[in-house]
């Protein structure tokens, strides 16, 4: 986006935007790597009913990942590309590896408490850009419901 995409943005600093959106795609790319190492980690019940999930989750995070690093460019930012920040960068500030990946309820709950700890993040950045960066926020809506139908699903599988 040039100029002119940028001042569709009012009131609001695109590199403060450009910063929570590296923050959110840190931790796209922080699941992304937990999806994908606790999958081939799965053993017994837990391969048998978590590996394809894992394997969606892995995909949707990286696409998100890939989205919001578009959209960091085009407000003139920069991602972060040190693998060794991404943790620290995320809302989640934290990433644990299960000692197993035998049991599935501990799998869905660590997840489940991951992506609403995203949620959070997300609602606060689209109260901060609504009304005044209608580009991200449109972006930020969509990952968003991506993201509460991922919780939903999770929700269900723990009731």
Known sequence: MGQ?????????APDDVADALDRLYCYHLVTFCWALGTGVRLEGQAL?????????????????AWQLAGRVSEL????????????????AATLSALDTAK????????????????????????????????LTHRLLCKLARQLAARET??????A
């Open 48 to 64: 048998f009913l978590l590996s394809d999930e894992l394997a969606e989750v892995a995909e949707e995070n990286l696409a998100a």
């Open 103 to 134: 049991e599935v309820a501990p799998i869905l709950r660590y997840a489940l408490e991951q992506v609403r700890v995203a949620l959070g993040a997300y609602g606060e950045l689209l109260d901060r850009t609504r009304g005044h960066d209608d």
């Open 76 to 91: 003139g930012g920069v991602v972060t590309i040190d693998p060794s920040a991404f943790v620290a960068r995320s809302p």
């Open 153 to 158: 699903d999770l929700e269900g599988a723990l």
């Open 4 to 12: 002119i995409g940028n001042q569709l943005i009012k009131e609001i």
